[in-house]
């Protein structure tokens, strides 16, 4: 990752072996040390808040014994679990664009062009780290989404002092794995969600499940996938979304399937010296929007041309927002 994080203290538990006697005795092994709570976790330059979730609000989030353990290793890490950048001197916001963790994801959320049009449009962009897919991904039906999404965007007003993170619309980004979150999280919240991408994931499929609640909502949906996916994803999920487009007109997905293109390997990916550089014409017409991430800006502008994602208000002077 691109940005320097601030020194941190490595925290282990280890089991201390003494002699006495002439026999080993095995001491008790110490208690967890835990990270604290109200450190602040921001990455910089890119992120400049950052917190870890307290576990009142992830304690009731389905969890594999496998799960508890990496939640248990991760509060003991000096990392955050939730990154926020909101746009320079922003008072307030009228979007959020959440992005759930998935190896690269988190750049989508850091490059320029895309913070540019966050700015432009005032958009908040969240980062989370440790919000499980089994709040809305996997799980059915989601009952515990109102309450997870609720609490950790609570948060995030709160750590941040914008109170329009409780309230404001979203676009929701997923990839590969957590390519369910955007539109899974559209059938739960037609009234929040103004636009969602999946990215290397599954298509919305048809038809919804019963627990959706959405009625007569239209919501923007891009599917981004290769033409080299892997199989699992191509064939359950690609292909008979295209084969069955005019089948099932009532749910529609904008769909771009990228020519000579597997599940990764753009010109411009993170760590490649393209990284952060014009892609070449030509490039551009082989390949759409993520491989040069100026395209997911120019889609992001799209969604708010007439600047209507929500009506301002005047803005009060309350001791949130100094």
């Known amino acids: 990752m691109r940005h320097s994080i601030p020194a941190t203290t490595c925290i282990g538990c280890a ?6 006697a002439g026999a080993m005795a095995v001491e ?13 976790y921001a990455e910089l330059p890119y992120w400049p808040i950052g917190f870890k979730l307290p576990p009142e609000i992830t304690v009731d989030w389905p969890q594999s014994d496998k799960e508890r353990k990496r939640r248990e290793k991760a509060r003991m890490t000096p990392k955050a679990d939730v990154l926020v950048w909101t746009p320079p001197k922003a008072r ?24 540019k049009v966050a700015a432009k449009h005032e958009m908040g962009i969240v980062y989370l780290r440790a919000f499980q897919g089994a709040v809305i991904e996997r799980v ?14 609570s948060l995030v007003a709160k750590k941040t002092g914008i109170a329009e993170y409780r ?61 080299q996916e892997w199989s699992g994803t191509w064939y359950r999920h690609v292909r008979p979304s295209l084969l069955n487009y005019h ?53 992001l502008d799209l969604q708010d041309p007439d600047g209507k994602w929500g009506k301002l208000l ?9």
């Open 15 to 20: 089991v201390l072996l003494t002699l006495a």
């Open 28 to 40: 008790p092994e110490p208690a967890p040390q835990y990270v604290d709570l109200e450190t602040s």
């Open 92 to 115: 307030r916001i009228r979007a959020a664009f959440l992005i759930p963790a998935n190896t690269d994801s988190k750049h989508i959320g850091e490059h320029e062009a895309v913070r």
């Open 140 to 153: 059915e039906p989601p009952r515990l989404a109102d309450k997870g999404f609720d609490d950790v965007l």
């Open 167 to 227: 309230h404001a619309p979203w676009i929701t980004l997923g990839k590969s794995s957590r390519g369910r979150f955007p539109f899974r999280t559209t059938w739960w919240f037609p009234n929040r969600v103004i636009a969602s991408v999946s990215y290397h994931g599954e298509t919305p499929t048809w038809p919804m499940p019963p627990w959706s609640r959405v009625k007569d909502e239209t919501v923007m949906h891009v599917a981004i996938n290769g033409d």
């Open 247 to 299: 089948a099932n007109t009532s749910w529609l997905t904008h769909q771009l399937v990228l020519r000579n293109v597997g599940h990764g390997g753009y010109k411009d990916m993170h760590g490649s010296t393209g990284w952060g550089q014009p892609v070449p014409e030509a490039e551009r017409r082989k390949l759409f929007w993520i491989p040069d991430r100026e395209m997911l800006a120019a889609w």
């Open 314 to 322: 005047p803005l009060p002077e309350t001791p949130e927002r100094r």
